[in-house]
């Protein structure tokens, strides 16, 4: 009997690999988790609770979190980005989801997006995605994403601000010690500056179907 199938999509902040994930999820009949979500949840609840996740402890917060919380609609903003970053840096934080994670693909299978999904959560996984994009091209994304009014007159130094947020987060996110962002070694990279969100689907499908359909998965 096959294993059950295991999709990591892994990649920088707003490169597409949500839609991407969600969508093959979808096209898959596979569970789908952002794991970013947890780690996004966390740093919500301590910024909620007036700590400052550069200097406090996290794991308290990882423990007590629940599906409302991964509902919440204020998880996309740039602060809860840098609490989100700030309490994936810490051990014990990391040790406490990656169970969760973990628990949430081994019987059924399922498509994961998060930064380590192919390097830490899931190694084994049949299929392993790199999604990446220019940090110019996932500026503009992310400020379309958040912004009431794209019409706004300060629209580019906003793009640009956003821009810098995502390097600086990059690079803290690449550089940190425990479960670093970067491609699984055979992980297969997709850029999708210039790919529609239906051509880096049709892409991924093709990878997917070519990888599981050999190891007899799917």
């Known amino acids: 009997m096959s294993r059950a199938l295991v999709i990591a999509v892994d990649g920088p902040a707003a490169a597409g690999k949500g839609t991407l994930a ?7 009949g596979l569970p789908y988790l952002d794991t970013g979500l947890l780690y996004r949840a966390v ?12 200097t406090h402890p996290a794991d308290e917060q ?15 903003v740039p602060e809860v980005d840098r ?3 700030l309490v994936a840096a810490q051990q014990a934080v990391r040790a406490i989801l990656v169970d969760v994670q973990r628990d949430f693909a081994r019987a059924s299978g399922g498509v994961l997006d998060g930064r380590d ?7 084994e996984a049949q299929v392993k995605l790199f999604i990446t994009a220019s940090p110019a091209a996932r500026a503009r994304r992310r400020w379309e994403q958040l912004a009431r009014d794209r019409n706004a007159p300060d629209r580019e130094a906003e793009i ?14 690449a550089g940190r010690a425990v479960a670093p962002l970067k491609a699984a070694e055979d992980a297969v990279v997709i850029d999708t500056d210039r790919l529609t969100a239906e051509q ?3 892409e991924a499908l093709r990878l997917v179907r070519a990888r599981a359909g050999a190891l007899g998965t799917v």
């Open 200 to 202: 880096v689907l049709a």
């Open 62 to 76: 990882a423990r007590r979190v629940t599906p409302e919380d991964l509902a919440r609609g204020d998880l996309r």
């Open 43 to 54: 740093g919500r609840r301590m910024l909620d609770a007036g700590l400052d996740p550069a």
């Open 117 to 123: 999904i192919g390097t830490v959560i899931f190694p």
């Open 160 to 173: 640009a601000r956003v821009e810098a947020e995502l390097v600086a987060r990059d690079a803290a996110d």
């Open 22 to 28: 969600r969508r093959l999820a979808e096209a898959l």
């Open 83 to 85: 609490a989100a970053s």
